[in-house]
C-alpha cells in the first residue's frame, strides 16, 4: 500500500515547485497547462456573456478600461486583457477567469471614489491572472482528490458497514474543503492583494487609496463576515492589516517612480513609463497606453 501510494504521488512531486508567482516568489503547484487554463477562461467567458446583462454606461465602462489596460500595462505581460462591467447594482463583486478576462459589477461603484481606488480592484484581479491562480487552484484540487482516495482505499478496508463508509466519506471531504481548499484560497486572495499592491504603484496610482477603499467597504459592511476558517477570502480587517504591512514598499516604488525625477505616467510622455521598466512574467512587454492620473 505504501508503494502504490508513493507511485502516486510521485508525478505531483516532481511537479511541484515548477512556477514561481510573480512579485511575491512564492514556489506554486501547476498541474495544469497554461493551454488548458485558456481554453477554461474562454468557455467560462462564454457562458458569463450568455447570462449576464453588460453595463454600457460610459461612466463606469470607460473607467474600467482606463484603469484596467493601465494596470495591465505594469505586468509588462502581452495578454488578452479584456474588462467587462456587469449590470448588477446590488453586486459589489469582481473576478478574473483564467484567460485573464476581468468582470466588474456595477454595485461595486458604490464604495469607489476615484480610479485610484478601482485600481485597487483591478489590479487585485490582474494580481490573480499574472499568478495563474485559476490553475494553481484547479492543481490543489486535482491532488487533494487524489490524497482523498488514497486515504479513502485505506480507510474502507477497516470499514464494516456503509454508514461507517458514509462518515469516513463526509469527514474527508470537510477535511479537505476547511483543512486544505480554504486556506489555499484565502493564501491566493492575500498573495494577490500583495501583488495587486505593488502594480497599482508601479502604475503609478497612490497605493494609500487601497487602504481607504477596504476601510470604505469594511464600514459599510459592519463587520458582517463569515467565520474566517470557512471562508474563501481572508477577513477584511485581515486585509487592511497585511497592505499595511506592504504599504512603505509599494510607497516606494510610487514615490520613485512617479513623483520623483521620473515624470507621471501619460499618454503625451511615452518616455515617463515606469510600469514598463519591470515584467512579472516570461511574456514580452505589451504595447497596451494608460491614461493620465486621475
Given amino acids: 500500500m505504501k508503494r502504490s501510494i508513493g507511485l502516486l504521488l510521485l508525478p505531483l512531486l516532481l511537479i511541484l515547485g515548477c ?65 467587462y462591467v456587469i449590470d448588477k447594482p446590488d453586486t459589489p463583486n469582481a473576478f478574473c477567469l483564467p484567460n485573464g478576462h476581468i468582470f466588474v459589477y456595477t454595485g461595486l461603484f458604490k464604495y469607489i471614489s476615484n480610479d485610484a481606488q478601482l485600481a485597487t480592484v483591478l489590479a487585485h484581479e490582474v494580481g490573480h491572472a499574472i499568478a495563474h491562480h485559476s490553475a494553481e487552484r484547479m492543481s490543489v484540487a486535482m491532488m487533494t482528490n487524489l ?9 474502507n478496508r477497516n470499514v464494516h458497514n456503509r454508514e461507517e463508509q458514509a462518515l469516513y466519506d463526509a469527514a474527508l471531504g470537510i477535511g479537505a474543503n476547511v483543512g486544505v481548499m480554504l486556506p489555499y484560497s484565502r493564501m491566493q486572495e492575500s498573495e494577490a492583494d500583495h501583488i495587486g499592491l505593488i502594480l497599482m504603484a508601479e502604475a ?14 469594511a464600514k459599510a459592511n459592519g463587520g ?7 471562508s474563501d477570502h481572508p477577513s477584511t480587517p485581515q486585509r487592511i492589516a497585511h497592505l ?8 516606494k516604488i510610487y514615490r520613485d517612480d512617479c513623483l520623483g525625477p521620473r515624470r507621471r505616467l501619460d499618454d503625451a510622455s511615452p518616455a515617463a513609463k515606469p510600469a514598463e521598466k519591470r515584467t512579472h512574467d516570461k511574456a514580452p512587454s505589451p504595447a497596451l497606453l494608460g491614461e493620465p492620473v486621475s
Avoid at 453588460?54 to 495591465?72: E, Q, T, W
Avoid at 458582517?224 to 470557512?230: A, G, I, N, S
Wanted: proline share 7%.
Fill in 19 to 83: 512556477a514561481k508567482a510573480p512579485i511575491t516568489g512564492r514556489t506554486e503547484l501547476m498541474m495544469v497547462s497554461p493551454q488548458e487554463e485558456m481554453a477554461l477562461g474562454y468557455q467560462a467567458e462564454k457562458e458569463i456573456l450568455k447570462t449576464e446583462k453588460l453595463s454600457h454606461n460610459p461612466k463606469y465602462v470607460d473607467m474600467v478600461n482606463r484603469v484596467g489596460h493601465r494596470i495591465a500595462r505594469a505586468t509588462g505581460l502581452k495578454l488578452d486583457w479584456k474588462f
Fill in 147 to 155: 490524497a482523498a482516495i488514497v486515504a479513502a482505499t485505506a480507510i
Fill in 204 to 217: 503609478c496610482y497612490d497605493p494609500r487609496e487601497a487602504l481607504k477603499f477596504w476601510e470604505k467597504f
Fill in 224 to 230: 458582517k463576515e463569515p467565520p474566517v476558517y470557512f
Fill in 244 to 251: 499595511k504591512e506592504l504599504m512603505p514598499q509599494a510607497l
